[in-house]
């Protein structure tokens, strides 16, 4: 017996698109290399300052961080 969770995964397409399978919207962002005292990392934000509040920005690792044209 499977469940409709299962069934969704079943149906879900290998390669998302993220807008059109899976309702994100997509927004300009800032890319900042911290210090290399802060160890290197990346802050990622929203371009729109408007947009900022403590849930929209990652910091991330360089191990993190890679050029999507260069990762597939």
């Known amino acids: 017996m499977t469940s409709s969770i299962?069934?969704?995964w079943a149906?879900?397409?290998p390669d998302p698109d993220p807008h059109d399978d899976l309702g994100y919207?997509?927004?300009p962002l800032t890319v900042v290399k911290l210090d290399e005292n802060c160890g290197g990392q990346y802050m990622i934000l929203p371009k729109d300052e408007a947009?900022?509040?403590?849930?929209?920005?990652?910091v991330a690792d360089p191990g993190s961080i890679?050029?999507?044209d260069e990762c597939r």
């Not at 947009?51 to 990652?58: M, S």
């Open 6 to 8: 299962d069934d969704a």
């Open 51 to 58: 947009r900022l509040r403590d849930e929209e920005f990652l």
């Open 25 to 27: 919207e997509t927004r």
């Open 11 to 13: 149906a879900a397409a």
């Open 66 to 68: 890679c050029r999507l």
